[in-house]
C-alpha cells in the first residue's frame, strides 16, 4: 500500500526555536515535494526534492531526503511567526499514475509559532 | 500572469442537484488534477488528466465526473450520487514529470 506519513501533525512552537517536521513514505520513490498552505488558501510549492542526498534551504525553512530510509525532513531554524502554516510532503511512487506521476499527500502538519 | 483559476470560490449544493465547478490553466501544462480536502486531511485525487480528451479515476472518484475538451480547461461535476459533497476542492496542472504541481485557489462546497 502507497503511504506518506507525516510527524507530528500539530506543532506549537515559540519564536526563535529550532524544530522539524517529519514525512515518512512506504515504498520506492522518485520525487518529493513539500508545500505550504495558509488557512483557507491554495497550496504553495516550497521544495522540490529529487535525489538521495538532496538539500535545499529557503530562508529559514530547509527540506533532505533519504531515499534509503525513505525520510524526508523539514528543518525549522530560529522560527517567527509568519512561518505559521499547514506543511504538507507529497510523495510520487514509480508506477503510480502514469507517465506524468501522480502525488500522494502526508496528512498535514499544522505549525503554530507564538511570540 | 500565468495560474490556475478556479471559480466560483464558494458554492452551494441542494439535496439531488449536480453542480460543476471549474478549473481554467493559461500556464499551457498538459496534465491536469481535482483534489478533495477535508478538514484535518491531506489532499485526496478525484481525476487527473495527462493529455486533452483523456482523464483517468483517481483514488476517490465515486460520485464525480469530469470532462477535458480543451487543454486549459478541466471542469469537475460534482454528482447528486457524491453523498458527501461539503469539503475544499482543489485543482491543480504540471508541467513535467518532475516540476511541482501548480494549484488554483479552491472552491469551497457546502450541502443546502
Known amino acids: 500500500e502507497l503511504k506518506v506519513e507525516q510527524n507530528p501533525l500539530f506543532l506549537s512552537m515559540q519564536e526563535g526555536k529550532n524544530y522539524t517536521i517529519y514525512c515518512n513514505y512506504s515504498?520506492?520513490?522518485?520525487?518529493l515535494y513539500w508545500y505550504r498552505q495558509d488557512p483557507g488558501k491554495s497550496l504553495e510549492s516550497l521544495f522540490v526534492?529529487?535525489?538521495?542526498?538532496a538539500v535545499k534551504q529557503e530562508g529559514r525553512l530547509m527540506a533532505s531526503l533519504d531515499t534509503k530510509a525513505r525520510l524526508s525532513t523539514l528543518h525549522i531554524t530560529a522560527a517567527v511567526h509568519d512561518l505559521s502554516a499547514t506543511y504538507f510532503c507529497?510523495?510520487?511512487?514509480?508506477?503510480?499514475?502514469?507517465?506524468?506521476?501522480?502525488?500522494?499527500f502526508g496528512k498535514g502538519t499544522k505549525l503554530s509559532v507564538k511570540p | 500572469d500565468g495560474g490556475i483559476t478556479q471559480s466560483p470560490k464558494y458554492l452551494f449544493r441542494k439535496e439531488g442537484q449536480n453542480v460543476t465547478l471549474s478549473c481554467e490553466q493559461n500556464?499551457?501544462?498538459?496534465?491536469m488534477y481535482w483534489y478533495r480536502q477535508d478538514p484535518g486531511q491531506g489532499l485526496r485525487l478525484i481525476y487527473y488528466?495527462?493529455?486533452?480528451?483523456?482523464?483517468q479515476k483517481g483514488d476517490i472518484a465515486e460520485g464525480y465526473s469530469v470532462s477535458r475538451e480543451k487543454k486549459e480547461s478541466f471542469p469537475l461535476t460534482v454528482t447528486s450520487a457524491q453523498k458527501n459533497p461539503t469539503a475544499f476542492y482543489l485543482c491543480?496542472?504540471?508541467?513535467?514529470?518532475?516540476?511541482?504541481?501548480?494549484f488554483g485557489d479552491g472552491t469551497r462546497l457546502s450541502i443546502l
Open positions: 491543480a496542472s504540471k508541467e513535467v514529470r518532475n516540476q511541482p504541481q501548480h
Open positions: 515504498t520506492t520513490s522518485d520525487r
Open positions: 526534492l529529487l535525489s538521495n542526498g
Open positions: 500556464l499551457n501544462h498538459d496534465a
Open positions: 507529497a510523495v510520487g511512487f514509480l508506477n503510480y499514475g502514469g507517465s506524468q506521476g501522480n502525488l500522494i
Open positions: 488528466s495527462q493529455i486533452v480528451n483523456d482523464f
